[in-house]
């Protein structure tokens, strides 16, 4: 991905982040200006401070190098802020990863695979607050404890046959 790109998408974090209510900045110094690592973007709302690493591409998978996660751990340990890795895939949201969370290369990097960041990365309206992400487990549950729903249970089990898509199920349930 070019720098220009990359500079790009860090602003249009930055701006989404803001539009959401979290104080945020851009780090002047991300890159190449200083001798120190330091994360892309720092954003807050009072309550939760993230450093955030920010990357973007074209295609599938996204690397990060060992070295620049460990210093996005460091700062953020020192600066008192949670660590994350924000990725987003061209024609995708953002989603974001603790680093623990990340897949380890047998080179002691890191990558993120489209597949992955859909399946099990934070989206932004969840990373915000603006959402919560719920389960097929929870919602089943939910419906049969309830067992005045029994089309949200039959959507449900249509979904987990593998009998409906998950959007299909959706607007079954519209």
């Known amino acids: 991905?070019?720098?220009?790109?990359?500079?790009?998408?860090?602003?249009?974090?930055?701006?989404?982040?803001?539009?959401?209510?979290?104080?945020v900045m851009r780090a002047p110094a991300s890159g190449s200006a200083t001798d120190r690592e330091l994360p892309d973007v720092l954003a807050g709302e009072g309550e939760q401070f993230y450093a955030i690493e920010a990357k973007s591409s074209a295609g599938d998978p996204i690397y990060l190098d060992g070295e620049e996660v460990e210093a996005l751990v460091y700062f953020a340990r020192n600066f008192g802020a949670k660590p994350r890795v924000g990725v987003r895939f061209d024609r995708e949201d953002w989603y974001f990863f603790h680093p623990d969370e990340l897949y380890t290369t047998d080179g002691g990097n890191y990558r993120v695979k489209l597949e992955r960041a859909l399946a099990d990365g934070t989206d932004f309206d969840e990373f915000t607050g603006h959402s919560r992400k719920v389960t097929l487990d929870e919602l089943t549950a939910s419906a049969e404890d309830d067992p005045g729903d029994e089309r949200l249970r039959e959507v449900l089990e249509a979904v987990e046959r593998g009998d409906l898509g998950i959007n299909e199920g959706v607007e079954m349930l519209r």
């Open 1 to 23: 991905m070019s720098n220009a790109k990359g500079d790009r998408r860090e602003r249009e974090l930055v701006n989404r982040l803001d539009e959401a209510g979290f104080a």
